[in-house]
């Protein structure tokens, strides 16, 4: 399966500047889901984040993560209307490289278990098959 961004937008609450996913390449129900973030000198996070040596900042690598498992959920679950999705827990962080822009986000979420409604994922975001930064993220639903 596949969603563009217009498909995304249907999915999650999140809108520009804080929608960080441009598309979903992969998704196997109860396995795995894979989306593409398209990193540009555009983003408004470089006019402040290392403006002479713009580099994306971890944390919104890990939102992007988030939000790549957040559609996962909806999906899996065919969730209703009323409810949304929220990113409840993040373990193990690492950053291995910077994120620069040109570079396309490969945002890799195996799903590890679904416990009490809240879904644990492994993460791993690549550039070029390399990986740049790693967690373990948790998230669940809440109402509207």
């Given amino acids: ?17 804080f929608l960080l996913v441009d598309k ?3 998704f196997e129900t109860g396995k795995r889901i894979v989306g593409i973030k398209n990193v540009t000198i555009n983003e408004p996070f470089f ?9 994306m900042p971890g944390v919104l690598i890990l939102e992007a993560m988030a939000q790549v498992g957040g559609v996962y ?13 929220y990113f409840v827990g993040i373990d193990k962080a690492k950053f ?11 945002l890799n979420l195996e799903l590890l278990m ?13 550039v070029d098959g ?3 930064a790693q967690a ?9």
Avoid: W
């Fill in 1 to 17: 399966m596949q969603l563009s961004t217009l498909d995304i937008i249907k999915i999650l609450p999140h809108r520009y500047p």
């Fill in 24 to 26: 979903i390449v992969e």
């Fill in 47 to 55: 006019q402040g984040h290392f403006p002479d040596h713009p580099i």
């Fill in 73 to 85: 959920a909806i999906l899996a679950k065919e969730v209703c209307e009323n409810l949304v999705p």
């Fill in 96 to 106: 291995r490289k910077p994120v620069l822009p040109g570079d396309v986000l490969h």
């Fill in 114 to 126: 679904v416990k009490r409604g809240i879904y644990h994922f492994n993460g791993k975001a690549t």
């Fill in 130 to 132: 390399k990986v740049v």
């Fill in 136 to 144: 373990e993220l948790k998230a669940t639903f809440a109402d509207k």
